[in-house]
């Protein structure tokens, strides 16, 4: 258990429709990532948050947006969904170094599958 | 495109046997990880090494890095019917940012 936690585990819905993933890191643990993993093209970093600041983007659609709140779980919000959203989606935490250039473990929670009908 | 990429794509041994997988990049990196999933899992972290590292041991795994190269090895010594699972490299930029995965070796290791 890596103490990062991830709700829902499972979540089936339709295309067009808006979802909202949740994530609780670590205690802690300052930085929480998103990640998109699918068979075709494989784990995507999506957008990490560091103290409910955004840090970094990856390959994140507009529909796509995510925060982190005062208490340091987060949010990824899924909107006017599409087949191919259809992935597992990882929340992870790191400690993360307050000097810049630094990059630290990252701990990952159980994931979410999203499946798009 | 994706900056790091894991060869091979999958392996199979015999359990005891040495697994070597390897990680090649595209740009200069702030560390590189190793990441291990087991079937429509979480990741699980493995092991960093520093860009001014070139080899680092943790129990069974050896990591080696080479810069130069920018290419990476994993190795597991004494393989286990219960190392099976996928392996990640990832790497982070210079900014410690832009966290890239490659795209996996499925290891199997058969008892």
């Known amino acids: 258990d890596s103490g990062v936690t991830q709700t829902p585990k499972h979540l089936i819905t339709a295309t067009g429709q808006r979802v909202t993933l949740r994530c609780s890191p670590r205690?802690?643990?300052?930085?929480v990532y998103w990640y998109q993993q699918s068979l075709d093209q494989g784990l995507q970093f999506l957008i990490q948050?560091?103290?409910?600041?955004?840090?970094a983007k990856g390959n994140i659609l507009e529909r796509f947006s995510a925060q982190q709140f005062p208490d340091l779980h987060s949010e990824l919000n899924l909107s006017s969904l599409e087949l191919g959203d259809s992935a597992l989606y990882f929340c992870?935490?790191?400690?993360?170094?307050?000097?810049?250039?630094?990059?630290?473990?990252?701990?990952f929670g159980p994931g979410t599958r999203l499946t798009v009908l | 495109s994706q900056q790091g990429e894991e060869d091979p794509q999958a392996l199979s041994i015999q359990e005891g046997e040495n697994a070597t997988m390897n990680c090649s990049y595209k740009t200069s990196i702030n560390n590189l990880q190793w990441y291990r999933q087991n079937s429509g899992r979480g990741l699980v972290h493995l092991i960093l090494i520093r860009s001014n590292e070139r080899e680092k041991h943790s129990g069974r795994l050896r990591v080696t890095l080479d810069t130069s190269k920018k290419s990476s090895s994993l190795l597991i010594t004494a393989s286990r019917a219960a190392d099976t699972a996928s392996y990640f490299c990832?790497?982070?930029?210079?900014?410690?940012?832009?966290?890239?995965f490659g795209p996996g070796t499925r290891l199997s290791v058969l008892p």
């Open positions: 948050y560091y103290n409910g600041e955004e840090r």
């Open positions: 205690s802690g643990d300052l930085s």
């Open positions: 990832a790497t982070a930029d210079n900014y410690g940012q832009n966290f890239v």
């Open positions: 992870a935490s790191s400690v993360t170094s307050e000097i810049f250039g630094t990059s630290d473990t990252q701990y």
